[in-house]
């Protein structure tokens, strides 16, 4: 009758005699929700000190600044952008149309960022231009290179809250570009 028993026990998983006491329960649920917790706090720790590297600059922007022409020149330049952020703040779309007395680009762009590398494609529809971005960045902070035929053109992006200031220099029509934009 004792096989019997210790046989049924057995078969259903538990053995006689090793029921866990009130206190071994609290124990194991204790180290439940302790891991639970850690694992809980970790995960928001990971991805709040990890946030995309475009985090913060989706919407509509506008301002204006001063572009130099290739002859010295300089105007005052009103500009518009777009950006459209990807859910992980780690892909970019942008549109910036700016326009001066003398002179107007449309320049749409799509980059990706991978640990602090930026690479991506741009085009500009009044001069039928197009070529790729190369650079570094995140944290609001970015440095670019565009390339295409004819053409190279060094950006630098800098977003603080609802203010961002771009710097384009150039070896084409213009030389040196330089915007404030604000969000609205």
Request: aromatic share 8%.
């Amino acid at each position: 009758m004792a096989r019997l028993q210790a046989y049924r026990a057995v078969v259903g998983g538990k053995r006689r005699g090793n029921k866990p006491g009130p206190t071994a329960e609290i124990i194991a649920n204790a180290r439940r929700l302790i891991f639970a917790a850690v694992a809980f706090f970790l995960a928001g720790t990971v991805s709040h000190a990890d946030p995309g590297a475009f985090t913060g600059m989706a919407g509509n922007w506008s301002g204006g600044g001063t572009i130099t022409l290739d002859d010295g020149s300089t105007e005052r330049v009103r500009c518009r952008a777009t950006y459209a952020v990807r859910a992980d703040g780690d892909g970019l779309n942008q549109t910036l149309t700016c326009a001066s007395d003398s002179f107007k680009f449309n320049l749409a762009s799509n980059v990706i960022a991978q640990r602090g590398a930026l690479s991506g494609t741009w085009s500009e529809s009044i001069r039928n231009a197009s070529g790729n971005l190369e650079g570094r960045g995140g944290g609001g902070h970015f440095n670019v290179v565009a390339n295409g035929p004819g053409f190279s053109a060094h950006i630098s992006l800098t977003t603080r809250g609802n203010k961002q200031s771009v710097v384009i220099k150039s070896d084409g029509a213009f030389r040196v570009t330089s915007i404030s934009l604000t969000r609205s």
